[in-house]
């Protein structure tokens, strides 16, 4: 691959992240022009662009070294460095941004007791996070069996094909409807500046120390 002389940022092309994350860059005084198709964003002032993907991607588009950075929640990261990127590259939390905070937990039936996770043997819990699941129990020593879904985990339940779920939590208002309740917290989570463990050392990892610089007078400010 060609070594790229502008900066380039992945972050989600339209969800809960991406108001907060456009918010951010252009507090750190980066703005975009943006192109018809929505998928890149040419950086104004700065040589700093913008690559706008679904929030799963990200962490691999890192790795792969199609973007230098990414605004990504710290359990997407957390998820793909167990699972998903084990042969590239280790990736890094840079800094924690302060938005899109939730858990990721366990929920179960709401007529159930819960006191810890040995309550868990035997049973089937479904989440579309098998690696954080499987490391959380596999540290308590339970033998569970996660069944994995890529989206609407919270009816598994009700439907019969999971005794409960782990998934991400931030009011608790699904689970309810779902007649689950919260049991255990396995992360907790926010929006996270992601990059590789070790920075480029050309203009890029210069562009990038800029960055960093910016964004802790940012975040101070706001806390
Ligand atoms: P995409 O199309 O990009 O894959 P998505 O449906 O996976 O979108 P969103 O629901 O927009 O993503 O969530 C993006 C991130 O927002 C999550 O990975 C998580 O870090 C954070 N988040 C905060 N609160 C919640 C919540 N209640 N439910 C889900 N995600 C939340
Ligand atoms: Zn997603």
């Known amino acids: 691959m060609k070594p790229r002389d502008r900066l380039r940022i992945a972050m989600q092309k339209s969800g809960r992240l991406t108001e907060p994350a456009l918010e951010l860059l252009n507090r750190c005084g980066l703005t975009f022009r943006q192109s018809r198709d929505k ?25 792969q070294g199609v973007c230098d950075l990414g605004i990504v929640g710290r359990n997407v990261l957390s998820e793909y460095r167990l699972t998903g990127g084990l042969d590239g590259p280790a990736l890094a939390e840079w800094r924690p941004l302060g938005f899109g905070r939730c858990r990721l937990s366990v929920a179960v039936p709401q007529e159930l007791d819960y006191r810890d996770a040995s309550q868990l043997q035997g049973q089937r819990i479904a989440t579309s996070y098998p690696g954080l699941l499987g490391e959380w129990l596999r ?9 994995t879904l890529a989206g609407s985990v919270e009816i598994a339940p009700r439907l019969g094909t999971a005794d409960a779920i782990c998934d991400l939590v931030q009011s608790g208002g699904t689970l309810v409807a779902n007649q689950l309740r919260e049991a255990d917290v396995l992360l907790e989570s926010e929006a996270v500046l992601a990059g590789p463990q070790v920075l480029p050392t050309d203009e890029r990892g210069d562009m990038i120390d800029l960055l960093l610089k910016r964004l802790d007078g940012v975040i101070q400010v706001r806390e």
């Open 39 to 63: 998928l890149f964003c040419f950086g104004e002032g700065e040589p700093v662009d913008l690559l706008l993907v679904r929030d799963d991607d990200i962490p691999g588009l890192i790795s």
């Open 139 to 147: 540290e308590r020593g339970v033998d569970a069996s996660v069944v």
